[in-house]
Each structure stands twice: as C-alpha cells, then as structure tokens.
C-alpha cells in the first residue's frame, strides 16, 4: 500500500547506497507521470525527463556524476532537464488546448473573456516575457520594468538569468513530485547537481539550450545507504507568521 503525502516525505531521506536489487521500471515511469503534473509556471512545462535503465549509460552517467556513492549503485536514474528553449512550442500547445476547449457553440460572455485572455497572454505575453537575444533584450525589458516598477507594482523577473531561474524552479517542483512518488511506494532517490553537466548533455544528445536542471540516483536503499539522522535547523528560525 502507498504511504500518505507526509509518510513519503517522512520516508524520503537522499540515498547514497543501493541494495544490488533491480527496481521496476513502470513504477518509476509511473512517478515521473506523477513529476509531470507538478505545478509550473504559466504551465509551459519548460521540462523534459529522462529515465536512465541501460546499464551502459548509466556506467557513463555515474562518471559524469564524479563518480559520487549516490550514483554508483543506483539501479536507475533520472535526468530532470530544464527546457526553457523550448517556450515557443510549449507556448502554441497551451493555445491549442484553449482552442479546443472553447471550440463550442455556445460560449458564454464570461467564456469570450476568458478566451480573449488566454490567447493573448499565450500569443502576446509569454512571447515578450521570453524572448531574447544574447539577454540583451532581457536587460532592455528589465530596465524598463524596474522603471515602471517606481509607479506600480510590476512583474521584474524579466532578464535572461531570471528566465533561467523560472524554467528551473519549475523543473525542481516536478523533481521533488518524482521523489515523494518513489518514496511512498518503497523506492529510494537521491537528487544530485554535482556533475558535469556539459558531459551529462552529452550522453543523452541533447541541444545546447538544454539545461540539466538534476540528475536523481534511484533504487532501494541499503542498510546503511542513509548517511545518518536527519540534519535540519530549528523549525522556528525559517518559520515566520506575519
Ligand atoms: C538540488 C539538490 C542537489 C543535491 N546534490 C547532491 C549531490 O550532488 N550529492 C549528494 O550526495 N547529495 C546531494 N543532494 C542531497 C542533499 O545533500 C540532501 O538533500 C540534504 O543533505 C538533506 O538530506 P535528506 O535529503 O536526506 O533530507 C542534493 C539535494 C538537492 C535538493
């Protein structure tokens, strides 16, 4: 039986030992579905995963890993890539999902509005938030919004670095969607960002505007595959009711 949303948290601790025991691979495609449905923003999915099982490339990915204990006895990996080149399809899949949605005969005002709404924000906005050229026209736009901002309050984030920020936010939501999933079903994870990431892009052939957002460790724990207790600082020193 799967554990509760707050067993699995419980449950989940970073795993640098793997039993030698083989994992099943739907079940891990299964929590990558699971990974998909993490919330992003303006739901574009700037997101790709990659599930690691051949033996072969996961020998390549332990080394591209520097050869970390999380990577060496993982029985299976996952590569979470943060796609945010990939704006402009993502962004013409929302309109198409719009415009089958609204594709009736009876909209309502309401639905007119909403419409009008989501194709512009689609067709109009995402294309002036994202699009750039070497970030110059990222600091252009930030410039302009910092000004703007003296008068009213405005959305900043609009500078090549930032655009990055967004695209990874997004991808670690959906990395820690896939690590809760496992660990409620028994599985054990452990994320990593120390690697060569150059060389990671490598092995799985992908595109320069590809970014590996985390490269994840999987497999069932070993008895002593968890490095110690739970280290976290005091609850109230990053807890604050205002
Ligand atoms: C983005 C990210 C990158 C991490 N990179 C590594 C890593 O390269 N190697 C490693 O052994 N652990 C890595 N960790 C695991 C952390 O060290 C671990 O989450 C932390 O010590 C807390 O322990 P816990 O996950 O067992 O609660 C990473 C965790 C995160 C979220």
């Not at 795993?15 to 990558?32: A, G």
């Not at 595959?225 to 976290?232: I, L, Q, S």
Request: glycine share 4%.
């Amino acid at each position: 039986m799967e554990k509760t949303v707050s067993e699995a948290i419980a449950y989940r601790r970073s795993t640098r030992k793997y039993k030698d025991e083989p994992i099943d691979t739907q079940k891990v495609k299964h929590c990558l579905v699971n990974a998909s449905l993490a919330p992003t923003s303006s739901n574009l999915q700037l997101w790709e995963f990659y599930h690691i099982t051949k033996q072969e490339t996961l020998i390549k990915l332990t080394k591209a890993c520097l050869d970390q204990n999380a990577a060496k006895t993982a029985q299976q990996m996952v590569v979470v890539v943060a796609r945010k080149d990939l704006w402009r399809k993502r962004a013409k899949a929302n309109i198409e999902f719009f415009k089958k949605s609204y594709d009736k005969a009876d909209l309502t005002e309401e639905d007119l509005i909403r419409k009008k709404m989501v194709m512009d924000y689609y067709g109009k906005l995402i294309p002036t938030l994202y699009f750039d050229f070497l970030g110059i026209l990222g600091f252009i736009k930030y410039l302009f919004l910092q000004i703007v901002g003296l008068f009213r309050p405005i959305y900043r984030q609009s500078r090549l670095s930032d655009m990055r920020i967004v695209a990874h936010k997004s991808a670690a939501l959906a990395a820690e969607n896939f690590m809760i999933s496992m660990a409620a079903i028994g599985y054990d994870t452990c994320a990593m960002e120390g690697s060569d990431t150059l060389m990671v892009k490598r092995i799985l052939g992908l595109p320069y505007g590809a970014e590996i957002n985390m490269v994840i460790g999987c497999g069932i724990r070993a008895e002593n595959g968890v490095y110690g207790a739970r280290f976290r600082v005091p609850f109230d020193e990053v807890y604050f009711e205002k």
